[in-house]
């Protein structure tokens, strides 16, 4: 009998080999990082909601991918932005990943769709993460705040698409100078950052408003080309879908 086993076994090794080991998907996810809410002007945001005003969330993606971990944007946690821009329930990133169980020394790369305060204020809480960004807005930060922090920071500028691991970078330029848009090609996702505030509205082909853009021209040129299949994450979005809420601050896409 034990022979008849370790022939069986010898057998499924010699003719079946590595290919009968059952394929396991590659370990990818991505996760909505909700730190806050408020209300914002609906002329700065492309939508086509009635009223002065149209809610929004305030959010940063993380990645995780067989090449590491990744945040798209990282947010802020300046109290007098806070007050300012009247943000409810707010947590910073820090903290919420911290209740994923990951510490922030934990992120490797960071990266910065944009440096306007929110998408980027916080990008020095990641002390091994490495900054990708434009070089333009590298060279100018949105935030001045920046202006000073960048330089002492692990960063890696581009000025073209480029690749990091599974997720590539593509400049668009039509919200700030040097906004990029971040795709997850393995999964037709890509993160807008400010290029389009609301995925919805983005489907119906509506723009950024003139006191949103830097260039509106690419910036509409970016979501006339977004194709009708691809999954559209942004960094405001309200109506996040295709996953589960884990708790009041984390999205778990499915
Ligand atoms: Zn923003």
């Known amino acids: 009998m034990r022979g008849a086993v370790c022939g069986g076994l010898l057998f499924a090794a010699i003719c079946c080999g590595p290919a009968a ?32 005003y149209v809610p929004l969330n305030w959010l940063a993606y993380l990645v995780e991918t067989p090449s590491g971990k990744t945040l798209v944007d990282c947010g802020f946690s300046d109290a007098k932005l806070l007050k300012r821009f009247g943000i409810q329930k707010f947590k910073p990133v820090t903290r919420i990943l911290k209740d994923l169980g990951i510490s922030a020394d934990k992120i490797d790369t960071i990266i910065i769709t944009h440096t306007h305060f929110d998408h980027a204020l916080d990008v020095d809480k990641f002390p091994n993460a ?39 970078v593509e400049p668009v330029m039509g919200h700030t100078k040097g906004s990029l848009v971040v795709w997850l090609r393995a999964r037709n996702t890509v993160f807008t950052g400010d290029e389009c505030y609301f995925a919805a509205a983005c489907r119906k082909k509506i723009p950024l408003p003139a006191g949103a853009v830097f260039s509106a021209d690419t910036n509409r040129r970016f979501i006339e080309n977004l194709s009708p299949q691809a999954v559209i994450l942004t960094g405001h979005e309200t109506a996040l879908q295709n996953g589960r809420w884990l708790n009041g601050h984390v999205f778990l896409f499915l």
């Open 130 to 168: 490495r900054i990708v960004l434009h070089a333009k807005e590298y060279a100018a930060p949105e935030e001045a705040a920046l202006v000073n922090v960048l330089p002492k920071l692990k960063v890696e500028t581009v000025s073209a698409p480029a690749v990091f691991g599974e997720l590539s």
């Open 21 to 52: 080991v059952k394929k396991t998907e590659p370990a990818l996810k991505i996760y909505a990082l909700k730190y806050g809410e408020s209300l914002y002007p609906a002329g700065l945001v492309n939508s086509d909601a009635p009223g002065k």
